[in-house]
């Protein structure tokens, strides 16, 4: 299998379970079920076991893949500048919905706040990145 193609596919099965397991993050944090601290500890768990690994997975493959070919992605055709952009926003978010998840879980914060909505805003920011790369002209 060439390179590239097996860096396509890493990137996107690591996004899969990334934007799912954040999304999850989000999900338990404004959950009414437990009390906060442990509803911040399994969200934390799902946070450093899940979505950081996937992440660290999902960036270093797609900056690789990225790197490989960089005036085609960014010169030839123009649809990575908006899916970056998208990018940098969910990757913004992942670490702010990673950092109420830590406060939680040391009862240190005893809500979620905003936390679920912006767990929305990062799955549509997420949906964005993935129509522009699946739509990009060949």
């Not at 960089?70 to 950092?99: D, E, Q, R, S, W």
């Amino acid at each position: 299998m060439d390179l590239r193609v097996l860096l396509v596919v890493l990137h996107v099965v690591a996004n899969l379970v990334w934007i799912g397991s954040i999304s999850a993050v989000a999900l338990v944090l404004g959950g009414t079920h437990g009390d906060p601290k442990t509803r911040g500890a399994v969200a934390l768990d799902v946070y450093r076991k899940l979505a950081v690994p996937a992440f660290v997975i999902s960036f270093a493959s797609g900056l690789t893949r990225l790197i490989l070919d960089t005036k085609f992605y960014l010169v030839v055709t123009h649809y990575m500048h908006p899916k970056l952009t998208l990018a940098l926003v969910v990757i913004a978010l992942h670490h702010v919905i990673g950092a109420r998840a830590k406060r939680m879980a040391s009862g240190a914060r005893s809500e979620a706040g905003p936390i679920p909505l912006l767990g929305g805003v990062l799955v549509a920011a997420a949906a964005g990145a993935a129509f522009l790369a699946l739509t990009k002209p060949f």
